[in-house]
């Protein structure tokens, strides 16, 4: 398993240095990508760095971290959220539990010991998740796409399959977009899931955004134009022409009600 990565956010600085000097965290398996001194700031890093876990404190200027936990569950439900609570606002803090905060870590209480104890349980957590996650993913790539070779699917690949079932209808999706995601090089990230898939990511979206139209324009009253802008193509003209060439018929061929080939 990879490095987990992790965002430290505390308006004190030196809380902050405290946290990170207790661990050796790439020692243990993770990777502090970010860290914050207020809950505005951490979100634009959070949207950046998109971490596996956030840990934050409650109580800061500009945005507390109740409200960064609201605005992050926005985009990510799956994230894994630490509290972090001194004994005065641990009341406050339990209103962070509806928004499915994993743990609490007590600043006056913390230590070596405990911290790992967390963590410990975090990564079971995720590593939990991946094998959820990727069953999930497996089973649509075999249904919706007739990708077979799924026994060995690395975590890179896992991560852009993920990414792929958010941002395929991003009409400007590109190869690095997906690459910085999981942190590899483009030209690598190509390799690898040709390899491990059997097609380029390029078909895989073109797939996806295929599979996905067929389905809205069966069982929805959208114009074609309006499933073209919905599943990531600006041109209806040449939406109709990447549906051709996959399914055989054309977009107003199943509008009507037509079974495909």
């Known amino acids: 398993m990879d490095c987990i990565s992790v965002m430290i956010v505390d308006d004190?600085?030196?809380?902050?240095?405290?946290?990170?000097?207790?661990?050796?965290?790439?020692?243990?398996?993770?990777?502090?990508?970010a860290t914050a001194v207020n809950g505005k700031h951490a979100l634009s890093l959070f949207m950046k760095h998109r971490p596996q876990v956030l840990i934050t404190d409650i109580r800061m200027p500009h945005m507390d971290g109740i409200e960064l936990i609201e605005r992050v569950r926005e985009f990510d439900r799956s994230v894994k959220i630490l509290i972090l609570t001194a004994y005065r606002d641990f009341e406050y803090a339990r209103s962070a539990i509806r928004h499915g905060i994993t743990d609490y870590i007590v600043k006056n209480d913390v230590n070596k010991h405990t911290l790992m104890e967390v963590l410990n349980n975090v990564r079971t957590s995720i590593k939990s998740d991946m094998v959820l996650k990727s069953q999930t993913l497996i089973e649509s790539v075999i249904k919706e796409?007739?990708?077979?070779?799924?026994?060995?699917?690395?975590?890179?690949?896992?991560?852009?399959?993920?990414?792929?079932?958010?941002?395929?209808?991003?009409?400007?999706?590109?190869?690095?977009?997906?690459?910085?995601?999981?942190?590899?090089?483009?030209?690598?990230?190509?390799?690898?899931?040709?390899?491990?898939?059997?097609?380029?990511?390029?078909e895989y979206i073109t797939r996806t955004r295929i599979a996905e139209s067929v389905k809205l324009l069966s069982s929805t009253n959208m114009?074609?134009?309006?499933?073209?802008?919905?599943?990531?193509?600006?041109?209806?003209?040449?939406?109709?022409?990447?549906?051709y060439k996959h399914t055989g018929a054309y977009p107003s061929d199943n509008r009507r009600g037509d079974q495909l080939p």
């Open 223 to 243: 114009k074609i134009s309006e499933v073209s802008e919905r599943v990531g193509y600006r041109s209806s003209r040449y939406f109709s022409q990447v549906y």
């Open 145 to 202: 796409l007739g990708v077979y070779n799924t026994n060995h699917f690395s975590h890179a690949v896992l991560l852009v399959l993920e990414y792929l079932q958010i941002n395929h209808i991003n009409s400007d999706l590109t190869i690095n977009e997906i690459a910085e995601y999981t942190r590899l090089s483009a030209g690598y990230l190509r390799a690898l899931f040709k390899n491990e898939t059997g097609i380029t990511i390029n």
């Open 12 to 33: 004190e600085r030196l809380a902050v240095d405290d946290l990170m000097s207790l661990l050796d965290w790439s020692h243990e398996g993770f990777d502090i990508v």
